[in-house]
């Protein structure tokens, strides 16, 4: 849920950049330096030495504000997914499929499964705005297996214990991003039913080629963020701008940077104008069409969920 920008107080083994502008930042600085560096004494007294001093800065410093997979997260975004591409079978480890009884109440499963990319057949955009400000939200891409299986994929930031997201804190190193790969029946019901967002799913149009290729290029940035931890960025490295890249990967400049992509409450009307949606109908009845909230509600313990939110498009 959104929360209205307050720097916080940092968890354990996270410094404050955020929190440390102004003249304390400066001193900071300094006493980093200092603590990292060789005292500077007279060539004559260090023959082994380089005549100029050298700045070298100890790691255990240094760390804080490096990206990192190892810190004390949330226990829902503790574990991250991994694919194993082979040809036209993809195996996904580590499918997150929560039981929750409220937002904050759940059992937190996961679950291995191998997926067929020649029954890949369609992706859906999934955007759902913030309630307090709804021109900022939250997208999703969600991969169709022949209207049967279906994979969500929510790029967020990564929570560490008690952590909560300020959109400020997001432009100073703050948080890690991660790809969460989920069932719908977690991703998607925790919005609908536990949180109460409105959630739009809406039907891309492209081929089934190209949903494939993304895909793929979805699952390798899920790989190499297992590999290689990176900071979230609320304007550069968020939700709506990883869509993009991948986009973009495959067709560049299919999506401009317009200011919807930094509004992301707006990206779903950027995706109609951009003809990646269904424009057979206008933009309000293609929105009204795919808000699946009462589906949701109504079909909630349907082991065909993902099936039964999607009636209305048809």
């Known amino acids: 849920m959104f929360r209205f920008p307050s720097f916080r107080r940092q968890p354990a083994g996270r410094a404050s950049i955020a929190g440390a502008v102004g003249p304390g930042w400066c001193c900071a600085m300094v006493v980093v330096l200092a603590a990292g560096c060789n005292s500077f004494q007279p060539a004559e007294m260090r023959p082994q030495q380089p005549v100029l001093p050298c700045a070298q800065i100890n790691p255990d410093l240094v760390d804080p504000f490096r990206p990192s997979n190892d810190r004390p997260w949330e226990r829902d975004q503790a574990v991250l997914a991994r694919a194993e591409l082979d040809g036209d079978r993809v195996t996904v480890r580590n499918v997150r499929n929560c039981n929750y009884f409220a937002a904050d109440n759940y059992i937190v499963r996961h679950y291995d499964k191998t997926y067929d990319l020649r029954e890949l057949?369609?992706?859906?955009?999934?955007?759902?705005?913030?309630?307090?400000?709804?021109?900022?939200?939250?997208?999703?891409?969600?991969?169709?297996?022949?209207?049967?299986?279906?994979?969500?994929?929510?790029?967020?930031i990564r929570k560490e214990q008690g952590e909560q997201f300020g959109a400020l804190q997001g432009f100073f190193n703050q948080y890690e991003i991660m790809y969460v790969v989920g069932d719908e029946r977690d991703l998607v019901k925790l919005r609908t039913n536990y949180r109460e967002d409105e959630v739009y799913v809406y039907r891309a149009r492209t081929s089934p080629e190209r949903i494939r290729e993304l895909f793929v290029d979805v699952m390798h940035r899920v790989n190499k963020l297992a590999r290689e931890p990176e900071f979230y960025n609320t304007l550069t490295n968020n939700c709506t701008t990883n869509i993009r890249n991948h986009i973009n990967r495959l067709a560049p400049d299919r999506v401009p940077y317009d200011y919807r992509v930094m509004l992301p409450g707006y990206s779903d009307r950027l995706a109609y104008d951009l003809g990646l949606l269904d424009t057979e109908t206008s933009f309000a009845q293609t929105k009204q069409r795919s808000k699946v909230n009462y589906l949701a509600y109504l079909h909630r313990d349907s082991p065909d969920f993902s099936a039964r939110i999607r009636q209305a498009r048809r």
């Open 121 to 156: 057949d369609s992706v859906d955009f999934i955007m759902v705005p913030f309630r307090e400000a709804p021109m900022l939200g939250h997208t999703m891409l969600s991969f169709g297996f022949g209207d049967r299986d279906y994979l969500c994929v929510s790029v967020e």
